[in-house]
């Protein structure tokens, strides 16, 4: 399984946009300030998450949310 996923920052608000085969250990790496493009705005929740059974559809989507259509929908749609 695959998950795209979007995290809030507790510190400013701002979210995340991701994409993992383990939710768990990832939001736990953006936590623990294991990532480079996170590790400044922590803590983050975990908002939302769709599960996937094809990797490639998961990163497709992900890709897609990142887009400025793909903002606009989650806006709208998921948060």
Known sequence: ??????????????????????????????NGHGTKSTKLKTPYI?????????KEKAYAFEKYL????GYAFTKKRLI
């Open 66 to 69: 990142k887009s400025s259509s």
């Open 46 to 54: 975990l908002l939302w998450y769709c599960t996937f059974v094809e």
């Open 1 to 30: 399984m695959y998950y795209v996923y979007i995290l809030q920052s507790e510190k400013d608000k701002s979210r995340y946009i991701g994409a993992t085969a383990d939710l768990q250990k990832r939001v736990k790496q953006h």
